[in-house]
């Protein structure tokens, strides 16, 4: 029986941790894109139901779509924004009032570009 005793050296070690951990990463922004863009399609789809059902609580949704939106972009320069399909307004008591639906051409800015907490007083 002969045994292989190759070894790998510890750059070659290294090199693979590191590349699994980069893999893992990407998977990791891969499923995020898809969760944030799944929950906003699922509020969009039903807006005003969602936002009255929230109350005060509709611009926490916001402001966490934003945050995370803003997190992939500063990792993946690539990366697309979910695009708001209608008219909305933050109201200070932190309810979202949605408006008519926009053209796509006319769509509002990414959720991230939205959401400035000194817009926002509770």
Do not use: C, H
């Not at 807006?47 to 500063?74: R, T």
């Amino acid at each position: 029986m002969i045994l292989n005793t190759i070894q790998k050296t510890q750059e070659e070690l290294n090199k693979e941790v590191a590349n699994e951990f980069v893999t893992y990463i990407n998977n990791v922004v891969k499923g995020t894109d898809n969760r944030i863009k799944g929950l906003a399609n699922m509020f969009w789809a039903n807006p005003a139901v969602i936002s009255e059902a929230l109350g005060s609580d509709a611009v926490k949704l916001f402001q966490l779509l934003g945050s995370l939106e803003g997190l992939l972009g500063a990792y993946d320069s690539d990366y697309a924004p979910f695009v708001v399909p209608y008219e909305y307004t933050i109201n200070q008591d932190g309810t979202v009032t949605i408006g008519d639906k926009v053209e796509e051409e006319d769509a509002n800015a990414p959720v991230d570009e939205i959401i400035n907490e000194e817009d926002i007083t509770m």
